[in-house]
């Protein structure tokens, strides 16, 4: 289940231990991941788990995905965001060319080509 849904499920089913800040828990035989990339860590610890870090080493390496996250990791940390200088950066990475007329945030679209 998505940890989107994590409060509606511990509401669901108040005898299941929900851990909503994880990114996934193996709680033999079951194990249950925070979304998509956390599947990935999750699978990542069962092929682990039962063929050994080598093999687990090699599939992460071909999917360009981190070895190991462990389980218990925090799944998404609130960190805020800089503002100043975050449009210049985005205009750079957009490759998006600066005008010599400043754009208001009503009006901060890209340039027509």
Request: contains cysteine; hydrophobic residues 35%.
């Given at each position: 289940?998505?940890?989107h849904?994590?409060?509606l499920?511990?509401?669901?089913?108040?005898?299941?231990?929900?851990?909503?800040?994880?990114l996934?828990?193996?709680?033999?035989?079951?194990?249950?991941?925070?979304?998509?990339?956390?599947?990935i860590?999750?699978c990542?610890?069962?092929?682990?788990?039962e063929?050994?870090?080598?093999?687990?080493?090699a599939?992460?390496?071909?999917?360009?995905?981190?070895?190991?996250r462990?389980?218990?990791?925090?799944?998404y940390?609130?960190?805020?965001?800089?503002?100043?200088?975050?449009?210049?950066w985005?205009?750079?990475?957009?490759?998006?060319?600066?005008t010599s007329?400043r754009?208001?945030p009503?009006?901060?679209?890209?340039?027509?080509?």
């Amino acid at each position: 289940m998505h940890w989107h849904h994590a409060e509606l499920l511990a509401r669901r089913y108040p005898k299941v231990v929900v851990e909503p800040d994880v990114l996934y828990v193996d709680a033999d035989p079951v194990i249950t991941s925070a979304g998509t990339a956390a599947g990935i860590d999750a699978c990542l610890h069962l092929v682990r788990k039962e063929q050994g870090p080598e093999v687990a080493n090699a599939i992460a390496r071909r999917m360009v995905v981190p070895p190991h996250r462990d389980g218990g990791q925090a799944q998404y940390i609130e960190r805020p965001l800089p503002l100043r200088g975050a449009t210049r950066w985005a205009r750079c990475w957009c490759g998006w060319r600066s005008t010599s007329t400043r754009r208001s945030p009503s009006n901060s679209s890209p340039p027509a080509p």
